[in-house]
């Protein structure tokens, strides 16, 4: 049973960790003339759960630093189950 436990840990580290870069991908694309394609709005419908539970929380002007927040919390989630690993 650990074993199985541990496989699942283990898959569900790298579908995380691919996750994450989806994420990247999208805060990158935010800032480029890109915005109006279909690809931008599925990376949008993709990263929505996650990034909008940070929305709003660190405006300075007109820039949202809630991206790089969200982005660090999820680093740390990800170093988390990899030291458990």
């Keep these: 049973m650990d074993i199985i436990l541990r496989q699942i840990l283990y898959y569900g580290y790298y579908i995380l960790?691919?996750?994450?870069?989806?994420?990247?991908i999208h805060v990158i694309l935010s800032w480029t003339p890109i915005v109006k394609t279909r690809f931008y709005?599925?990376?949008?419908?993709?990263?929505?759960?996650?990034?909008?539970?940070?929305?709003h929380w660190f405006v300075i002007g007109n820039l949202d630093?809630?991206?790089m927040l969200g982005l660090i919390i999820y680093q740390v989630i990800l170093a988390f189950i990899a030291s458990v690993l």
């Excluded at 960790?17 to 990247?24: A, D, Q, R």
Aim: charged content about 5%.
């Design 17 to 24: 960790y691919v996750y994450y870069f989806i994420i990247i």
């Design 41 to 55: 709005a599925f990376l949008t419908q993709i990263t929505n759960p996650y990034m909008s539970i940070f929305r």
């Design 65 to 67: 630093f809630t991206p």
